[in-house]
């Protein structure tokens, strides 16, 4: 099992950039396929970003490729997004999440946990 918690929200204008960080606890954090997604109001949870285990793929949602970029530590149990020229439709919470199976990252129902999220927030 292993417990997520996101940091590096918050309030930025458009064209701003934000770094967004989930730290792990728990184990083998390493084995573990790594996601971004991100839900605002009245809106479904969509994907954003993922990497592999050993970060040598990655993965984006269409509407961010090109400007934002996922990473991950595993010497330090952190799985990174990096988030460049924001939006106001960018504001969402964003939630990492991990998985075990390497496949299906795009799909929210196929990750194991779950962090409690992070909000960001881009004004226009």
């Known amino acids: 099992q292993v417990q997520l918690a996101e940091s590096g929200g918050g309030l930025v204008q458009a064209g701003g950039s934000l770094r967004l960080s989930c730290a792990a606890s728990?184990?083998?954090?390493?084995?573990?396929?790594m996601g971004w997604f991100r839900q605002a109001p009245g809106k479904e949870r969509e994907f954003v970003a993922a990497i592999t285990w050993n970060g040598r793929s990655t993965y984006y949602a269409d509407s961010v490729k090109g400007r934002f970029t996922i990473s991950r530590d595993n010497a330090k149990n952190t799985v990174y997004l990096q988030m460049n020229d924001l939006k106001p439709e960018n504001t969402a919470v964003y939630y990492c999440a991990a998985k075990y199976y390497a496949d299906s990252y795009y799909y929210h129902e196929k990750y194991n946990y779950w962090g409690q999220g992070t909000q960001v927030t881009v004004s226009s």
């Open positions: 728990g184990r083998a954090f390493s084995s573990y396929h």
